[in-house]
């Protein structure tokens, strides 16, 4: 056994823990693909510990430690794509680690003939192209031909190259290793653009890592007599871990600026959020002599939603609320969460009292309309309150107050006057209708 390898997987082990603590407390898919590939990495220092065994043991051991390795950097590409979630993602990978793995075993034996040699060289270019284009009518994306053109690439060197004596099985393998990593480089640089610093302490590690498959054949052929320890080779696979942890916490601290400012449940900006822009949008008005205008928008059963079908229903009306609303201003325009059941806008130039007014009631006609929950129609309602700047306040706070109140008013207004009917039916009968079922 290889007992100076333990040095490596009690390091690298103590490192993946780490990475394990930081992804967990931001775990997404990509924090699990990218822990995972760092147990295979684990996994591969394990098993360099056996691969000095003679006979069989030691073959499987050396199998499956450069499998391993190939298999992590794959879950590094997996983990770059957009598209990663699709099927035909994951049979890309399972198709580019099969290929990989029968290779590895095809190279490793010594007793391989020449034509299997061949035949596994060719099967790492044509499996992925096929593949790809076999599932073209799903995903048809830059990085799903990027890769097909490295195993392409790679398939050539390996039929040049693997036959050569004394040197060529190591240069395949090595020429192996490179282009997975060099995939991780280009992929992680495709999704990431080198945007922050977590980013491209990540990309520069992949670079290196890549490199080290370079750099040892030709030190071996241009120096033998140069030793290097295995923990300057191994330095790259550390950059790249530090890179991934501060990708993951840069993650999780924009993460936490986007919750602070919206809300959870709907994606709509929260209060905090909302006052900031209408002080912006104020001020903006102000400077440009123009008006803006804000609704204030609170729900009239919602309360009798929650109370007959449960809060898991109220979370669905008030999501399909924040849809229609989305969908109902412009782009330039705010709509935000600002209660529990009540939602407000931001109505930017060009906008005037009629307008504005025009507005409000689509928002009411809209809200008039049953929403389906489950196995129900809703009939929420709504009651709206619309004040002007600079017409009705020239301040922020009081124009939310002049907005409030005219909400107020038409909530506590008789409903049978049609003018101020903004809500649905006020018996508690009507707010909720089942379904009937299709004969």
């Known amino acids: 056994m290889d007992w100076g390898r333990l040095p490596d997987l009690v390091v690298f082990g103590v490192m993946a823990s780490a990475f394990a603590s930081v992804a967990r407390r931001r775990h997404t898919s990509v924090s699990a693909l990218w822990l995972t590939g760092w147990m295979l990495v684990v996994a591969h220092f394990a098993a360099l510990l056996f691969a000095p065994l003679p006979g069989i043991w030691g073959t499987v051991a050396a199998d499956f430690g450069l499998s391993a390795l190939v298999g992590a950097g794959l879950l590094f590409m997996l983990a770059s794509i957009p598209y990663r979630h699709d099927v035909s993602s994951r049979w890309m990978t399972f198709a580019l680690l099969g290929v990989s793995l029968l290779y590895i075993v095809a190279v490793n034996s010594e007793s391989t003939p020449g034509w299997a040699m061949t035949v596994a060289a060719l099967l790492v270019g044509v499996v992925p192209f096929g593949l790809a284009v076999s599932t073209i009518h799903r995903i048809c994306h830059p990085l799903r031909w990027l890769v097909v053109g490295l195993y392409a690439v790679l398939s050539v060197f390996l039929l040049n190259f693997q036959n050569l004596p004394d040197i060529g099985r190591g240069l395949a393998l090595n020429g192996l290793l490179f282009t997975v990593y060099l995939g991780c480089c280009l992929f992680l640089i495709y999704s990431y653009r080198l945007e922050t610093t977590g980013a491209q302490i990540t990309v520069f590690g992949f670079i290196g890592w890549a490199a080290v498959f370079v750099a040892v054949p030709v030190m071996t052929a241009v120096r033998p007599d140069i030793h290097v320890e295995s923990g300057v080779w191994n330095l790259p696979k550390f950059i790249v871990a530090v890179g991934m942890i501060l990708l993951l916490l840069e993650e999780q601290i ?7 400012l919206h809300d959870e449940l709907t994606g709509l900006p929260n209060r905090r959020l909302f006052l900031d822009r209408l002080s912006v949008a104020l001020e903006r008005a102000r400077r440009a002599g123009s008006k803006a205008a804000l609704l204030v928008v609170d729900l009239d059963h919602f309360k009798q ?19 229609i609303f989305l969908n109902r201003v412009r782009r330039s325009d705010t709509v935000a969460r600002t209660g529990g059941d009540e939602f407000s806008f931001i ?33 929420v309602g709504a009651s709206i309150g619309l004040a002007i700047f600079p017409d009705d306040a020239t301040e922020k706070e009081a124009l939310c107050i002049a907005a409030d109140l005219r909400m107020y008013d038409k909530k506590h207004s008789p409903r049978g006057d049609e003018s101020d009917k903004t809500g649905g039916p ?14």
């Open 305 to 323: 939603v929650n109370d007959t079908l449960g809060h898991h229903a109220g979370d669905q009306l008030l999501q399909q609320v924040g849809e």
């Open 426 to 439: 006020d018996t508690p009968s009507s707010v909720i209708e089942p379904i009937a079922p299709l004969s």
């Open 347 to 379: 109505l930017e130039e060009p906008i005037n009292a009629l307008s504005a007014a025009q507005v409000a009631r689509s928002l009411a006609e809209l809200l008039n309309q049953p929403l389906r929950i489950g196995e129900h129609n809703v009939h």
């Open 254 to 260: 924009e993460h936490n600026k986007y919750l602070a």
